[in-house]
């Protein structure tokens, strides 16, 4: 039918699509039944809810039959026809990415979400209800650039799938969601959402008053202390549990494997999502930490892939592991890292450690002339502890090559160890400020088609920077280079 259907005209989206999308708006109309029964009681909240599911029933059967996907040998389109029609063209060799995600819904209904992503140039597209075989199909056909066949001759092809495991999170890894400090931020994240969503809901039913606002200050401001520690204590201690749930619910049993030519991770518990990565358009990996993190033996691993949107989500391999399996699973997706780094020269330690001190030392000295000394004050402890920081920013630069793959590493607070394929290097960038001119330093800049499209080696010796890029594209620099 599959074949067919394409031959006639294009393929229709599953025809529980409607299903899922009820699925979807389900708390969007027991908030609507929720305010028609504060208004008017049950007949009231009986007509919004009754309104609310017709509504939405006949829009989604509306989209579904108007709605048809064909996949070509060059090119896949999409063609809407609800009000207007229009047809959405993704040339196949541009797509970059095709994932595969699931709700819950769509679990319990063996259906999945399938996003096309062709970077910046060929735009993206979602089918947001299709089975899991043709989902499967759909993304072993548009990544391989493989003639079009059927669900059924996918699913007979794939009856054997080469799957090799590279590296899987364990269950005891996500004790380590508190230390990125993302995820700390989600008791504070709930709690503005569900107050804001409150206040909206009370306002609209007429519930808040200048009067009921004033006697909730006053009697939050008489809170006796001993309460508000408690419930300080409280918020402290539900920050990390909250962050731990959230990191468990986005990344539950993530894993990444290798399938026809692809590097597929998945992840999520109510969520499902695959992203897949095709094997040819990986150039490298970035490794990145904090302190915190450095300090337990964590980094975070993504890969840097040409033309991928959405490259910190999609891009991610790792979003926390004890360095040694980041790093073994780094090999397996790349090759042999190189090692050991270079240390800078000791004239960047001092640059390193000026740059830190400067700012509050600078405004320190406008606090002097202004004639407030505690501020100076304060300025001149943040002076004294921005020296550690510069001395630990100094330690972290580093730069390598094995003849295959360079890597640079710079960066403090937030480290990062960019490894990258010298195929994949397309310029660089060699920059000099008048205190580096003095110091005999500069900054050398690799240019990547991939992830953020350079990497910083910082303070290098001048004469190391040339040598470090004329090592490793010596046609491109051999004109410019005095021997």
């Not at 004033?214 to 419930?231: A, C, Q, R």
């Not at 660089?428 to 001119?437: G, K, S, V």
Request: hydrophobic content about 50%; overall charge positive; some cysteine.
């Amino acid at each position: 039918m599959a074949r067919g259907g394409a031959a006639r005209g294009g393929l229709r989206l599953h025809p529980l699509t409607f299903v899922v999308g009820a699925a979807r708006e389900l708390v969007a109309l027991l908030a609507a039944g929720a305010a028609g029964l504060a208004v008017g009681g049950l007949s009231t909240a009986f007509y919004f809810t009754f309104v609310g599911i017709s509504i939405g029933f006949v829009f989604h059967m509306a989209t579904w039959a108007t709605f048809t996907y064909t996949v070509h040998e060059d090119r896949i389109e999409l063609r809407r026809a609800l009000i207007g029609r229009s047809v959405k063209t993704i040339p196949r060799d541009r797509i970059r990415g095709v994932d595969i995600s699931a709700t819950l819904a769509h679990r319990l209904l063996r259906l999945a979400i399938v996003h096309i992503d062709a970077g910046a140039d060929g735009g993206e597209g979602a089918l947001n209800a299709v089975s899991r075989q043709e989902a499967e199909r759909l993304r072993k056909v548009l990544l391989a650039r493989a003639p079009v066949e059927s669900a059924e001759e996918s699913g007979r092809a794939e009856s054997g799938p080469r799957l090799r495991v590279l590296g899987r999170m364990e269950s005891r890894w996500y004790v380590y969601a508190p230390l990125s400090g993302a995820y700390l931020l989600t008791p504070f994240a709930l709690a503005g959402s569900l107050l804001g969503t409150l206040y909206n809901l009370s306002d609209d039913l007429g519930l808040i008053t200048q009067e009921r606002l004033e006697t909730l200050g006053h009697e939050v401001v008489g809170l006796p202390t001993l309460v508000v520690i408690i419930l300080a204590i409280l918020f402290l201690v539900a920050m990390p549990v909250m962050s731990v749930i959230a990191f468990t619910l986005f990344n539950w049993a993530f894993t990444v494997y290798e399938r026809d030519g692809s590097v597929v991770a998945e992840r999520g518990l109510m969520t499902r999502r695959s992203v897949s990565l095709e094997r040819r358009r990986i150039r490298g990996v970035e490794i990145a930490d904090n302190p915190f993190e450095r300090l337990a033996g964590v980094v975070r691993l993504g890969a840097l892939v040409t033309g991928l949107g959405d490259a910190a989500h999609r891009g991610r391999l790792l979003p926390a592991a004890p360095r040694a399996a980041a790093e073994g699973l780094a090999r397996k997706v790349l090759g042999p890292l190189p090692a050991p780094l270079i240390m800078h020269p000791r004239a960047a330690r001092s640059r390193r450690i000026t740059r830190a001190v400067a700012p509050p030392i600078g405004v320190g000295a406008l606090a002097v002339l202004a004639g407030q000394p505690w501020v100076a004050y304060g300025c001149a402890v943040a002076a004294v502890l921005a020296v550690p920081l510069g001395v630990d920013r100094y330690r972290q630069l580093g730069h390598a090559s094995d003849g295959e793959r360079l890597t640079v590493r710079s960066g403090s607070l937030r480290r990062r160890q960019a490894v990258v394929e010298h195929s994949a290097v397309v310029g660089w960038r060699m920059r000099q400020t008048l205190f580096q001119r003095r110091l005999g330093l500069a900054t050398l800049i690799v240019a990547v088609g991939a992830g953020d499209g350079g990497y910083p080696a910082v303070d290098m010796a001048a004469e190391d920077a040339t040598a470090f890029a004329a090592g490793i594209t010596p046609a491109w620099l051999d004109p410019f280079v005095i021997r």
